[in-house]
């Protein structure tokens, strides 16, 4: 479990399932997501049989301290080793705790994870180039613009551009550890 102020992230399990098929099949939610079909309780439990031997990734459940309700989920997508890098992803499912700090409190916690106990040098995102609530919070946690990936996935009817994001180790002790003292 890794714990923030007001959130804390643990492991996503098959009872998590209910929570992230309701979310991501919001279309609210989707449409800030990669992709835009629906997906089932079936569908979701065989993915998460599947990925919960692959150390390539880290998949959490963000839920409240105070109450554990969960209201999210987040993670690490494609863990290089070799390179020392990975994706980092958030989607606040629980419409209610949007724009309240929680989705910065939970990528924060998962910065921590990332540099300070795996050890990665660099962690990256990708979002719509018109997302700007979520690129406006990746620049306040020190992320910085590394490029526009034009027409680059087919989504809600049409080909998107996306937006990728890179913070590196150096940057996230330097923002957040250096400041702490």
Known sequence: ???????????????????????????????????????????????????????????FIICLLESEKPIGYTGLLDINNKSSKAEMYIGIGEKEYWGKGYAKESRKVLLEYAFMEIGLNKIYTYNWVNNEKIIGLNKKLGFQIEGILRKDIFSHGEF??????????????????NNEK
């Not at 399990?13 to 997906?39: G, Q, S």
């Not at 998460?48 to 880290?58: A, C, E, F, G, P």
């Not at 180790?169 to 923002?175: A, F, G, H, P, T």
């Open 1 to 59: 479990m890794l714990l923030g102020n007001r959130v804390f992230l643990r492991g996503m399990e098959e009872k998590d399932i209910p929570h992230k098929v309701k979310w991501i099949n919001d279309n609210e939610v989707r449409k800030t997501l990669n992709f835009d079909y629906p997906i089932s309780e079936i569908s979701t439990k065989q993915w998460l049989n599947k990925i919960t031997s692959d150390n390539s990734r880290k998949e």
């Open 160 to 177: 998107r551009d996306r937006i990728i994001m890179g913070i590196l180790r150096n940057e996230y002790i330097e923002n957040f550890h």
